[in-house]
């Protein structure tokens, strides 16, 4: 009798679009068995998109969390960022009393709430379709009486070409992550410090044209007398006089009408309890600058504001106030014509002594304590807050899932926020404005439920103890 281990391994992207690209499987073994019988596209094959002038295949690239998974090629279209990645069954062969080969215990597939990060975690795209490869799906099994992941086995030496499709990443953006699962228990296929050739389009602001000025009309001043003699009238018919020839009189050619290019945003900044209007500064910048580019402020006594953005842009910002909570959002003019006005109302948290705000989007190396750049602009938000407040101090808190040793998981979450709090000095903040705290696996939400459910137990969250 043979007792195998069951390894399971997810493929659960998270920081949002679509898949469809054609992939391979390597080929089995003799008398390996068919995966359920489904069959998968031969490679090669081309979807529509692949017409798209930036659909060219480019070397993969990128660092990924498993030495399983390789990158193969990213690409560009019209509407997705396609990656080919390659998974690599090294565990060790298993055989039935027969020596014929049995599933090593992997179970891979790809989790629909993958998605990509870039601009510093700024800008998310999500998943939309795989091809070569199962969604991930959980269940729960009665003979185990616990979830189990169901997706595709795979047999030691195995090699499973697959594709997946994303949205596209905003034109400028080169830099991604591509992440999997947040889980510190199992081997997620996150990739990191990916890259893809995505230039920006120019910005190029174009000024109205400035009416063509109105001559200032002289005054009627008497003529001054001369001694020359008269010009001939050219209407006595002498030969040395000049036929006058009528000049047929043409219609001014109306100047072009200026190509508009600029789309006003507007709206209003409100408390979020009580509607009233904030006087709040909002920097923004678009969506591929490391630095924001301009700022406006709302008026105290209606809360409006107004800015006047480039179209065909995608651009992001972070929304301040004294007393408030900041927040931030993506303004997407890439399919907003010139001249349009686009109306994006804000609404601010204030503050209060005691409470606990979870930071949503910060992002470790698997198991480490090494922050990564996805999680800047989340904490640029705090930068910002504790700017705009300078008496604020605050508790960061880290907490891990439930699963692993006790011991560790108290240990990485204390590194955690440890690697929070160096940031926010680095930004300029006084250390002695933030404490920490590790709780490790003590404070779950969730004590049940799938992995997927219990990811947020895995969190960053702060506690304001003064403002």
């Not at 200026?258 to 904030?278: E, F, M, Q, W, Y």
């Not at 933030?434 to 003590?442: A, E, L, P």
Request: proline content about 7%; some cysteine; aromatic content about 8%.
């Amino acid at each position: 009798m043979f007792i195998v281990l069951m390894r399971q391994r997810y493929l659960i992207f998270l920081f949002l679009a679509g898949l469809t690209s054609a992939c391979t499987f390597g080929s089995y073994p003799t008398g390996y068995p068919s995966s359920g019988g489904q069959q998968y596209p031969s490679g090669g094959q081309q979807s529509p998109d692949d017409t798209y002038p930036n659909s060219g295949s480019q070397p993969g690239s990128g660092r990924t969390a498993d030495p399983d998974v390789t990158v193969n090629s990213i690409r560009l279209t019209k509407d997705y960022t396609i990656l080919n990645l390659t998974f690599t069954d090294n565990s060790q062969p298993i055989y039935d009393q027969n020596r014929r080969p049995l599933p090593s215990g992997n179970t891979i597939g790809i989790d629909p709430n993958s998605y990509l990060v870039a601009a510093n975690g700024a800008r998310t795209f999500a998943f939309v379709r795989a091809e070569g490869i199962p969604i991930k799906q959980e269940k729960f099994d009665s003979n185990l009486g616990k979830q189990i992941l169901v997706g595709r086995n795979t047999y030691s030496g195995e090699k499973v070409n697959f594709t997946l499709y994303f949205q596209r990443l905003d034109k400028g953006l080169e830099n991604f992550d591509l992440f999997e699962c947040h889980s510190d228990a199992y081997t997620c296929w996150n990739i990191y410090n990916l890259y893809v050739n995505n230039p920006a389009d120019p910005v190029v602001y174009n000024p109205p044209t400035k009416p063509a000025s109105t001559p200032t009309p002289v005054p009627n001043l008497p003529r001054k007398k001369t001694n020359l003699p008269p010009a001939p009238s050219g209407e006595s018919g002498g030969e040395m006089e000049t036929p006058r020839t009528e000049v047929p009189k043409t219609k001014p050619t109306p100047a072009p009408a200026p190509v508009l290019t600029i789309v006003n945003v507007s709206g209003i900044v409100s408390d979020a309890k009580n509607k009233r209007p904030v006087t709040a500064t909002i920097d923004y910048q678009l969506s591929s600058s490391k630095q924001a580019i301009d700022s406006v402020q709302s008026f105290a006594s209606t809360g409006a504001y107004r800015m006047s953005l480039q179209k065909g842009q995608v651009y992001t910002y972070i929304a301040s106030a004294r007393g408030y909570q900041s927040t931030s959002g993506v303004l997407d003019l890439s399919k907003i014509a010139g001249g349009q006005k686009l109306t994006r109302d804000i609404a601010l948290t204030p503050l209060a002594v005691g409470d606990k705000v979870t930071l949503k989007n910060i992002y470790f190396e698997m198991s480490k304590s090494d922050l990564l750049s996805a999680s800047y602009a989340e904490l640029n938000k705090l930068v910002s807050m504790m700017q705009d407040n300078p008496n604020m101090s605050i508790r960061l808190e880290g907490h891990t899932d439930i699963i692993g040793d006790h011991d560790k998981n108290l240990q990485l979450s204390r590194d955690r926020v440890i690697a929070c709090q160096r940031y926010l000095v680095q930004k300029g903040i006084d250390i002695d404005r933030i404490q920490t705290i590790g709780y490790g696996d003590t404070r779950p939400i969730l004590t049940k439920g799938t992995d997927e459910e219990r990811k947020v137990n895995r969190r960053v969250e702060f506690v304001i103890l003064t403002i």
